[in-house]
């Protein structure tokens, strides 16, 4: 069962993109492979048991997207959906890129709790396959977000990079 679609406004004007600013745009420059991986993956990681999923989704679904709505009590728990199926709404961030061009939005709400923490991707240890079943059902992947507050440094580039950004 897949989530329902996430924002609900049909334009990117009022997009954020705050991750990489714009891989593969004029505003990153292009000094090789190595680092615009290190500089995409700044603000977010994927743990090996989340990277598994998003490939099952992906093989089955096309190219997806994590979208996180709200961040409630607890840990905070993005939707996957279809890339083709997303329409971004005014104040949704795009928070990072992850394996697979799979990117990680969030809504304005979220992208304020999250805005000096790196996250990390993961899927719930205990996300084993249904009962009777060999393999875990792709379609409903539960994806986790576990947050820590940046360095130091970390946030030293961080606000050099918005200061950059204007």
């Known amino acids: 069962m897949?989530?329902?679609?996430?924002?609900t406004g049909t334009q990117l004007q009022g997009a954020r993109n705050v991750s990489s600013d714009r891989i593969g745009s004029a505003a990153v420059p292009q000094r090789g492979a190595e680092f615009l991986m290190a500089y995409r993956s700044d603000r977010v990681a994927v743990t090996d048991r989340a990277r598994n999923a998003l490939r099952e989704l992906i093989?089955?679904?096309g190219?997806?997207?994590l979208y996180l709505r709200r961040h409630d009590a607890g840990e905070p728990a993005p939707d996957w959906l279809p890339i083709r199926d997303f329409r971004a709404a005014t104040g949704d961030t795009l928070f990072g890129r992850l394996a697979w061009h799979t990117e990680?939005?969030?809504s304005e709400q979220a992208?304020?709790?999250f805005e000096r923490d790196h996250l990390t991707v993961d899927v719930?240890?205990?996300a084993?396959?249904?009962a009777g079943g060999d393999e875990p059902a792709a379609d409903t992947a539960v994806f986790?977000?576990?947050a820590r507050r940046l360095s130091a440094a970390e946030n030293a580039a961080f606000e050099a990079r918005k200061r950059s950004r204007g």
């Not at 897949?2 to 924002?7: I, Q, T």
């Open 144 to 146: 986790l977000l576990r």
């Open 63 to 65: 190219p997806i997207l």
């Open 124 to 126: 719930p240890a205990d």
């Open 2 to 7: 897949r989530p329902a679609g996430a924002g």
């Open 111 to 113: 992208y304020e709790h």
């Open 128 to 130: 084993g396959p249904p």
């Open 104 to 106: 990680l939005w969030m």
């Open 59 to 61: 093989e089955q679904h």
